[in-house]
């Protein structure tokens, strides 16, 4: 596929590499880890990116946004991997603006989408509940009642899920785990009576949460999408969010890809620069093209997300496997080829590796996707 950003998107990935690098450095991951706290994230950075737009860039025109697509989100998303920057770029203004302009109410994106570009409304996804991605196998239930649904179960390793104002759950109104049949998406305010939430000490230094609901109320208007159809909605977003990862672990990719050659043009061993010894320039030319590979499946996914293609979640599994494939081997060769300060923790080199970690089993690894692939193309 010929890919080639418009003007408007190039200003926009200019932008948004321009403000990682001066407000959201690596520098900033280690302050926030130290630190340590629930919300895991600047909240005055991620004020000064909606004010220059980022928050808003799927939300419409109408509702306060740019509704610039999810090409030019993704080009702010990869900017954001490059440092590591730990905002609720991925869960609040891909996944939330997604879920509420392709799926909600008049009401709902009266009330919400406003506030997501604004910077005002932090989204979180609760989804899975057991040790791996697997959204089938939902259990939590929601059974009807007279002032509308009770929420009963728990929900593990939510992005953003301690600092989250909104969160969109994933529940069974009927059927059994591993139906798709009977899944049901409910809005719940973040200050819900009945909600518990235990925010995680990551490896990535990225914010979540485990989340248990017990006996919590909605109203039926707070359901996200039909009564018991939505795992369809369920799907999209996570392809949404699949995607947007794949973006963000290529931004990753790239940054570590270039730390490394630049460590190989001025490392000396044995009177050389480690550049010139061939079985390092051979790994090297592996990862770049790796990349060029990965950049093109990301480019794919992005585009078909704006056209509205009907091959959406096949792309979304390829880009996500690739990326992640990418990811771990980059990360692993910046490790290794920078010696043993790349084993401290004073070098990002180990960040990234990290980072590349929680990353390639967010919303499903490598496997999951390589099976979920040939599924769908009937195998």
Do not use: C
Request: charged share 20%.
């Amino acid at each position: 596929m010929a890919f080639v950003l418009t003007e408007e998107q190039q200003m926009l990935r200019d932008s948004a590499k321009a403000f990682a690098a001066e407000k959201l450095p690596i520098a900033q991951l280690r302050d926030l880890r130290q630190q340590g706290g629930p919300e895991g994230y600047d909240r005055s950075a991620w004020k000064e990116m909606a004010d220059l737009g980022f928050a808003g860039v799927l939300v419409p025109e109408e509702f306060g946004g740019s509704g610039f697509g999810y090409v030019g989100l993704g080009q702010v998303l990869e900017a954001q991997g490059r440092t590591l920057a730990s905002t609720p770029l991925l869960s609040t203004a891909l996944i939330g603006a997604s879920a509420f302009t392709l799926y909600g109410t008049d009401t709902q994106k009266a009330e919400y989408l406003p506030k997501i570009a604004a910077g005002e409304l932090i989204v979180g996804l609760a989804v899975d509940e057991g040790a791996h991605h697997d959204p089938e196998q939902i259990l939590m239930s929601a059974r009807e009642g007279g002032v509308g649904y009770e929420l009963t179960g728990e929900k593990r390793y939510v992005v953003d899920g301690a600092a989250a104002d909104l969160l969109i759950v994933a529940t069974r109104t009927s059927g059994q785990p591993g139906e798709k049949q009977g899944v049901t998406l409910f809005i719940v305010a973040g200050d819900t009576s009945g909600l518990t939430r235990t925010p995680l000490s990551t490896l990535d230094a990225h914010p979540a949460a485990n989340l248990r609901f017990d006996r919590l109320t909605v109203p039926a208007t707070a359901a996200l999408g039909p009564i018991g159809g939505g795992y369809a909605i369920l799907e999209a977003l996570l392809d949404r969010a699949r995607i947007g990862l794949a973006a963000e672990m290529l931004g990753a990719a790239d940054a570590a890809f270039e730390m490394t050659s630049d460590y190989l043009k001025m490392r000396k061993q044995f009177g050389q620069l480690i550049g010139s010894f061939q079985s390092l320039q051979h790994r090297a030319a592996q990862m770049f093209t790796e990349l060029e590979l990965t950049r093109s499946s990301v480019a794919a996914a992005l585009d078909a997300l704006d056209s509205q293609a009907n091959n959406v979640a096949e792309l979304a599994s390829l880009a996500k496997a690739r990326a992640a494939e990418t990811l771990h081997l980059v990360s692993n060769e910046t490790v290794q080829m920078h010696g043993g300060i790349g084993m401290t923790d004073a070098h990002d080199s180990g960040l990234y590796m990290k980072r590349a970690r929680v990353l390639e089993a967010l919303y499903g690894g490598e496997s999951f996707h390589r099976d979920r692939y040939a599924k769908l193309h009937g195998f």
